[in-house]
């Protein structure tokens, strides 16, 4: 079974950081164009960042770009969002997803660039609330 968990989220005060985590099982990382997205409680889905297929492209939505890095570890199987100078309007659940048929894109990625026809998957999400 394919599974893609979520986890870091929590409660942090404006300014301050919190560093997500996507665990991938039954699924290589690595072989996905991975990406982050985030929707609040009544908003739309927002796509925040995507990393493709190698690392060598990364996207940032405006509304994140300078505060949140996308990184890999190929080793641990795991997709990380680093996110800084926090802010209120940051409060949402955040979800990783590997781009693919039936998954949400993000921003620029909407396929797997090594098999157009592979599946997506996303997780459940983590919850990122910020207070002022």
């Known amino acids: 079974e394919v599974q893609l968990v979520e986890s870091g989220g929590g409660s942090v005060q404006a300014g301050g950081s919190l560093r997500l985590s996507c665990t991938g099982s039954?699924?290589?990382?690595?072989?996905?164009?991975m990406g982050w997205y985030r929707q609040a409680v009544g908003g739309e889905r927002e796509g925040l960042s995507c990393i493709k297929i190698g690392g060598g492209e990364t996207y940032y939505a405006d509304s994140v770009k300078g505060r949140f890095t996308i990184s890999r570890d190929s080793a641990k199987n795991t997709l990380y969002l680093q996110m800084s100078d926090l802010k209120p309007e940051d409060t949402a659940m955040y979800f990783c997803?590997?781009?693919?048929?039936?998954?949400?894109?993000?921003?620029?990625?909407?396929?797997?660039?090594?098999?157009?026809?592979?599946?997506?998957?996303w997780g459940r999400g983590t919850q990122v609330t910020v207070f002022s």
């Open positions: 997803v590997a781009v693919g048929v039936g998954a949400p894109p993000v921003l620029g990625c909407f396929y797997n660039e090594r098999d157009p026809s592979a599946l997506g998957y």
């Open positions: 039954g699924l290589t990382l690595d072989d996905h164009t």
